[in-house]
């Protein structure tokens, strides 16, 4: 897929098409269309690298240095009914590091 020249990996830029066209297909599949949105930006490279060196490479909780997982702090459909953007969801400040044990742990 092409990029723009000035692409940032760290920063997600939402399609308002295809986000029209998720909101205009129900609530199911608009929620699918959010946990993908959520799950494209923490699936970089660049995102994943940068948030675990943030957390020192230890989950948040229980400073776990194995099974590490990328995880919303605010998940991306709690945050869409707080009225919170999909830009605003996916930024490294709503990120943090939990291991595979406390993320299963976490109410959702
Ligand atoms: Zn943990």
């Not at 993908?36 to 994943?48: A, D, M, T």
Request: with cysteine.
């Amino acid at each position: 897929m092409a990029r723009p020249r000035n692409y940032n990996p760290l920063v997600y830029v939402v399609n308002q098409w295809n986000l029209s066209r998720a909101r205009n297909k129900g609530e199911k599949q608009f929620k699918s269309y959010l946990r993908n949105c959520g799950s494209n930006y923490i699936k970089r490279l660049e995102v994943r690298q940068c948030i675990l060196d943030k957390y020192h490479h230890q989950c948040a909780e229980c400073k776990a240095t194995q099974n590490l997982q990328v995880d919303h702090i605010i998940s991306v459909y709690q945050g869409w009914k707080q009225g919170l953007d999909i830009e605003v969801i996916n930024t490294l400040e709503n990120l943090q590091i939990l291991c595979r044990s406390c993320n299963a742990g976490k109410l959702p």
